[in-house]
């Protein structure tokens, strides 16, 4: 399992964009890289997901550097409604010819007036 | 399509009473899991399964059954509920894919579960 790493805590304010780094030093070869948001007393939902370089769509862009060891989500001039805990995950744990995903402890990004 | 949905939204328990938490996702996902979220914490899988008749274990299965007899639905029963497992616990499903990052987990609302 490529173990990640990512900020336990992050502020803004509206309007600002922001970056979230989640460190993945082991990463494998075939390993994708998704984010999810989760609001407050909700199930987490998929933001975007990327293999290397930069993918962007209508919520965020994913930025993936050429060693794949590292990568920023990043979020435009966010609102306050951005205001979420954001996961970083990272390929699956092989196990017995099967896999499982687990989750690491997100980044809680709050947005302030 | 419903996607996935999760009963009760709401229970509370007594110390040593078993319950089950239902799962249910209409996209025909093989795959499916269960996990726990304690406050201010992140996600804890505790089963899950690869297919109908196929179940494995998370990172914190004690104290948690699962079966999955169809690919709808993905039970989890409590057999005898300790204030440890006080928490919401979410079902996901995703299509049965490569293991390698691919597939997106589809979440259910949660189930938030208090045990006095």
């Known amino acids: 399992l490529a173990k990640t790493t990512q900020p336990i805590s992050m502020d803004s304010y509206e309007g600002q964009e922001v970056n979230i780094t989640c460190s993945h030093n082991?990463?494998?070869?075939?390993?994708?890289i998704t984010w999810y948001q989760q609001f407050p007393s909700q199930g987490p939902r998929f933001i975007i997901q990327?293999?290397?370089t930069k993918v962007t769509n209508e919520v965020a862009s994913l930025f993936i550097p050429a060693d794949r060891k590292s990568s920023t989500l990043s979020l435009p001039r966010v609102s306050l409604s951005d205001t979420a805990v954001y996961y970083c995950l990272v390929g699956a744990v092989h196990t017995s010819g099967t896999y499982k995903y687990i989750f690491g402890t997100g980044t809680r990004l709050k947005v302030l007036a | 399509n419903a996607g996935v949905t999760q009963t009760p939204k709401f229970q509370v328990l007594k110390t040593g009473q078993s319950m089950t938490l239902q799962c249910a996702q209409d996209m025909n996902h093989e795959y499916m899991s269960w996990y726990r979220q304690d406050p201010g914490m992140g996600l804890r899988l505790i089963h899950y399964s690869v297919g109908a008749g196929i179940t494995d274990q998370g990172e914190v299965p004690n104290g948690y059954n699962v079966s999955r007899s169809t690919t709808e639905d993905f039970p989890l029963r409590l057999l005898s509920a300790a204030p440890s497992q006080t928490s919401v616990y979410f079902c996901?499903?995703?299509?049965?894919?490569?293991?390698?990052?691919?597939?997106?987990?589809?979440f259910g609302p949660g189930t938030r579960l208090t045990v006095l």
């Open positions: 082991n990463i494998a070869t075939n390993d994708y």
């Open positions: 990327g293999y290397k």
């Open positions: 996901a499903s995703s299509y049965q894919g490569s293991g390698w990052g691919t597939d997106t987990q589809y």
